[in-house]
T-cell receptor
């Protein structure tokens, strides 16, 4: 049984560009959340998707947007990248309680 | 009210010793308190979790102690091993069903010396 799969694992982008990160949840999980983890910090909640709708959102600007597909996979899009967006982006899938995290996408903005 | 404060920031323990990490929260609506372990280059992995209706939960060498009145909870790692060296995060969430974002503490870097 595959866990949460994220792609790509590493990414380098230039300031002002746009990026799309992808997540496939654990089998049987229908809720996907995205988190941003800056170096040396705890993960910060970005938003959560369930039934293809954004259900909750953290304190992130509208440059961060997402989507959930009918197969429960999800994308995180970030527009107009800033240097401060450099972080590990984590996807977590959930069924009832108990989040399973992927290994993340390391985004570096230069 | 959304914060979860974690201490210490770093911890060094001898092999076989007890590692203790503490967390405090403000929002009394939180009803789920997990601990995560994270190794470099990996995502957080759920270790153990507790709900506020119990004061202690033990799984192997890992124990959560929960003090509802003080709004504090702690992770105890008994017989600490070098393989336990990692970053540990406490977290809290509220809500049932498929809602409930996790609010994480700042993390504790544990080093277990052989």
């Amino acid at each position: 049984d595959a866990g949460v799969t994220q792609s790509p694992t590493h990414l380098i982008k230039t300031r002002g560009q746009q990026v799309t990160l992808r997540c496939s949840p654990k089998s049987g999980h229908d809720t996907v959340s995205w988190y941003q983890q800056a170096l040396g910090q705890g993960p910060q909640f970005i938003f959560q998707y369930y039934e293809e709708e954004e259900r909750q959102r953290g304190n992130f600007p509208d440059r961060f947007s997402g989507h959930q597909f009918p197969n429960y996979s999800s994308e995180l899009n970030v527009n107009a990248l800033l240097l401060g967006d450099s972080a590990l982006y984590l996807c977590a899938s959930r069924f009832l309680h108990g989040y399973t995290f992927g290994s993340g996408t390391r985004l570096t903005v230069v | 009210q959304q914060q979860v404060k974690q201490s210490p920031q770093s911890l060094i323990v001898q092999k076989g010793g007890i590692s203790i990490i503490n967390c405090a929260y403000e929002n009394t609506a939180f009803d789920y308190f997990p601990w995560y372990q994270q190794f470099p280059g990996k995502g957080p992995a759920l270790l153990i979790a507790i709900r506020p209706d119990v004061s202690e939960k033990k799984e192997g060498r890992f124990t959560i102690s929960f003090n509802k009145s003080a709004k504090q909870f702690s992770l105890h790692i008994m017989d600490s091993q070098p393989g336990d060296s990692a970053t540990y995060f406490c977290a809290a969430s509220k809500g049932s069903s498929n809602t409930g974002k996790l609010i994480f503490g700042q993390g504790t870097t544990l080093q277990v010396k052989p």
